[in-house]
């Protein structure tokens, strides 16, 4: 079968690879839809950093490795002992691997767990072939009425809707998004999902501000124009926002999350950082009482949760930009 596989620092390539078969408790997928994700971006450019140059302890695998871990797909062949599932049903992967034991699995804190992996990284295959294999758990039914296209985008959406439960987001909160990539968007969809009735985001790029405008952000500021914490103390009364959502992964829109935040408010760590991040002074944090935390992965259950998003209309599908031309 096709597959795209990651060979090392800017190093992909399409090869044919042997075709998987599923063992017990496992099910065969035929893969349809796979997104790119910011992370996959970054593996390409600075990595390998989650790819294993060392056979990983879960999988055994090391480079090369399949690509994507945004994907979905209809279930193609059953491994011995699963009969919950039948062949044709639509699917979304949850593409986290880990030990399944330890104390952080148990808290669903996955992205802790000394163990962790993902497919598209660390070996069993990604999305970006044509089939893969997959633990039973690991697969969500897909309705009907949700195309396979948007099943795609349950995982980055899955990225903010765990980020608005880390924030403690309430409704009537004030909430700045900092950076409109495809994360940035998704924290705006998730934020209107949780019914929040003031999103605010900073975004340099037109294309991305445009995109952010359309998913329904009340305002959408250009840092190169205006002064962005400026505005949102505007905006809230002199106070700042509640919650800043930093997905740009620079020092600038970390020194803006900072201005921007209230005391006793929220800064969450979306974005992953290629260089060092600079702190003039961590007493700023501690004089205002600001929290910063970061937010990694998702749990099973917010996983789903996206899934009822997408199919009650609270999220909207208007993510996809690269449509094939066949």
Same mark, same amino acid.
């Given at each position: 079968m096709r597959a795209l596989r990651f060979h090392g620092n800017k190093d992909i390539r399409i090869e044919?690879?042997?075709?998987?078969?599923?063992?017990?408790?496992?099910?065969?997928?035929?893969?349809?839809?796979?997104?790119?994700?910011?992370?996959?971006?970054?593996?390409?450019?600075?990595?390998p950093k989650n790819v294993p140059t060392e056979p990983h302890i879960l999988t055994g695998e090391t480079l090369p490795t399949v690509c994507g871990h945004e994907f979905s797909g209809v279930v193609c062949e059953l491994g011995d002992g699963v009969n $919950?599932?039948?062949?044709?049903?639509?699917?979304? =992967?949850?593409?986290? &691997? +880990?030990?399944?034991?330890?104390?952080?699995?148990?808290?669903?804190l996955y992205g802790i767990c000394p163990s962790w992996g993902f497919l598209g990284y660390s070996g069993y295959g990604?999305?970006?072939?044509e089939y893969i294999c997959v633990e039973r758990k690991a697969l969500h039914?897909?309705?009907d009425e949700l195309s396979l296209e948007v099943a795609a985008l349950v995982e980055p959406l899955a990225?903010?809707?765990?980020?608005?439960?880390?924030g403690k987001v309430k409704s009537d909160h004030h909430c700045l998004v900092v950076g409109a990539g495809p994360i940035g968007i998704a924290m705006v969809h998730c934020l209107l999902a949780r019914g929040v009735e003031s999103v605010i985001v900073?975004?340099?790029?037109?294309?991305?501000?445009?995109?952010?405008?359309?998913?329904?952000?009340?305002?959408?500021? $250009?840092p190169s124009k205006d002064n962005?914490?400026? =505005?949102?103390?505007? &905006? +809230?009364?002199?106070?700042?926002?509640?919650?800043?959502?930093?997905?740009?992964?620079?020092?600038?829109?970390?020194?803006?999350?900072l201005a921007s935040v209230r005391g006793a408010g929220t800064i969450v760590?979306?974005?992953?950082?290629?260089?060092?991040?600079?702190?003039?002074?961590?007493?700023?944090?501690?004089?205002?009482?600001?929290t910063y935390v970061g937010s990694n992965t998702y749990t099973r259950g917010e996983f789903q949760e996206v899934i009822e998003a997408l199919v009650s209309g609270k999220c909207t599908d208007d993510l996809i930009s690269c449509q094939p031309d066949f």
């Open positions: 044919d690879i042997p075709e998987p078969s599923p063992r017990p408790g496992w099910v065969k997928v035929k893969n349809a839809w796979a997104g790119i994700c910011g992370s996959d971006l970054h593996e390409y450019s600075v990595g $919950d599932i039948r062949i044709g049903q639509k699917v979304a =992967v949850f593409p986290i &691997l +880990t030990d399944q034991t330890c104390h952080w699995c148990q808290q669903e990604g999305g970006m072939a039914l897909i309705p990225v903010g809707w765990h980020a608005v439960n880390v900073s975004e340099p790029s037109p294309t991305r501000a445009a995109h952010a405008q359309a998913a329904g952000a009340h305002h959408v500021l $250009d962005v914490p400026d =505005v949102c103390f505007r &905006l +809230t009364a002199g106070l700042g926002v509640h919650t800043v959502f930093e997905c740009a992964g620079i020092q600038a829109a970390f020194d803006v999350s760590n979306v974005a992953i950082y290629e260089t060092s991040l600079t702190l003039q002074t961590p007493n700023i944090l501690n004089r205002r009482s600001i």
